[in-house]
């Protein structure tokens, strides 16, 4: 990125659950912040652009998304509308390069409540059309649990953020905490997070009445959001 930016790049920072203590070896990837003192779309660089073009390539063959490329005045900007985002970045984050840029960053409450009802809202949508085309297929049941449990883990944390609390590192703790808020039973997100630790695996029983429960306990996280006020 030195190489690819030179002089524009103000600072790279390391966020989600890398930072944060809860990332899954082989499973979970490295989410990475990339500011630029400016960025030119109508007249690019052609070498700079080719050199961070190799940057991303390369980080998405190891497994990891794209970085996230910002200017330096769109992320002092951008609060209001990726609040989600913004609030798990400052909380979790390692600076690796230059100066840390969180001062005079903050997220609004009642715009973190907006994006988090429209994100679960949407979330339950995508949830139920996955299980009317898994039908009775226990292995596809359980890959839409796998698939999804990482975003549910980040809607979570957005959750507890949204109730004043800081959300433990661990997931179990954080599914448990966000059930006693919200009204809903934990379990299958427990059951979730040790199928995909690896600890014990779903089993075709299971799959069906585990799928289930989970999304029986988003549409009440759901129905939480829209009466939620806050402070």
Do not use: C
């Not at 659950?17 to 990837?29: C, T, V």
């Not at 509308?81 to 001062?103: K, Q, S, T």
């Amino acid at each position: 990125l030195e190489h690819a930016y030179q002089d524009r790049l103000v600072s790279v920072v390391l966020y989600g659950s890398a930072a944060g203590g809860d990332h899954i070896p082989d499973r979970s990837d490295y989410n990475v912040l990339v500011l630029l003192d400016s960025i030119d779309s109508a007249q690019p660089d052609a070498s700079s652009s080719d050199a961070a073009s190799a940057v991303a390539r390369a980080w998405r063959e190891a497994g990891n998304p794209p970085p996230m490329t910002m200017s330096l005045d769109e992320w002092r900007r951008s609060a209001d509308i990726f609040p989600m985002e913004y609030a798990d970045i400052l909380e979790r984050n390692r600076v690796l390069h230059g100066e840390p840029p969180f001062a005079g960053i903050s997220v609004a409450p009642a715009d973190l409540r907006l994006q988090l009802e429209q994100q679960v809202m949407g979330k339950l949508l995508q949830l139920r059309q996955g299980a009317l085309l898994a039908g009775s297929d226990a292995k596809r049941q359980s890959e839409l649990v796998a698939a999804s449990l990482s975003t549910m883990m980040v809607l979570f944390r957005a959750v507890l953020r949204l109730h004043g609390e800081r959300p433990p590192a661990d997931n179990v703790a954080t599914a448990t905490r966000v059930g006693t808020l919200a009204g809903f039973d934990p379990a299958p997100f427990h059951r979730a997070v040790r199928h995909v630790r690896g600890e014990a695996r779903l089993s075709s029983t299971e799959a069906g009445p585990t799928l289930s429960r989970y999304v029986a306990a988003i549409e009440q996280l759901s129905r939480h959001l829209d009466q939620y006020a806050p402070s």
